[in-house]
């Protein structure tokens, strides 16, 4: 898994779930916010490969697993954020745009910069973007610009929107660097497919 970011990916996951969960307890057509019930899947189904093909001790710096609890203790932070809304609102569908579900519904914005400042950071830090894959994150960008007008058209909400334009952003500047590092990754990648050969 060269130059891929733990943090990035497992704070993405959380993120992911929050949207959807806040998105549901505002009573939100299912057409706006329903891909990132499948994003969040996609997004699980990455941290679990992520920790299946890194090799043990080789993790990110951030080393977000606690030793001895693993893949358990995420799904246990999932399942708490993801019900957390739905409490404070007093079930789902029966939200209000209060302070309390605002707070909850600008936690994935703020996460959306959180998840991905660390792998942009270690993309300047190691001069190349590994095996991020400009297709990947160009649909993931493109999904982010579909989501901002579904937001402005069906169900205008500040929050909702600031997070997809926020993620939009991001993304775009991850575009950027794999197309400024195309280079240096290629040759990195060619010397780590070299040691694989051997």
Not at 136 to 153: D, E, P, Q, Y
């Amino acid at each position: 898994m060269e130059g891929i970011n733990e943090g990035s990916l497992v704070v993405e996951w959380v993120a992911n779930v929050l949207l959807a969960v806040y998105n549901l307890n505002m009573g939100y057509p299912f057409a706006t916010w329903g891909e990132m019930c499948f994003m969040s899947v996609q997004c699980g189904i990455q941290v679990v490969l992520f920790y299946k093909f890194t090799k043990q001790g080789k993790a990110s710096e951030f080393n977000l697993v606690p030793k001895g609890l693993g893949f358990v203790f995420f799904v246990g932070v999932m399942l708490s954020y993801a019900a957390a809304p739905g409490a404070v609102s007093g079930g789902i569908g029966k939200a209000n745009f209060d302070t309390s579900l605002v707070v909850f519904g600008s936690a994935p914005a703020v996460m959306t910069v959180i998840a991905r400042l660390p792998q942009i950071f270690q993309n300047f830090r190691q001069g190349h973007t590994g095996q991020l894959s400009f297709v990947t994150w160009f649909m993931s960008m493109g999904g982010n610009a579909i989501r901002v007008v579904t937001t402005l058209g069906m169900a205008f909400d500040p929050v909702t929107l600031a997070g997809h334009v926020i993620a939009l952003l991001c993304n775009l500047v991850l575009i950027g660097q794999i197309l400024l590092m195309a280079g240096k990754t290629a040759e990195v990648m060619a010397k780590v497919d070299g040691k694989k050969k051997k």
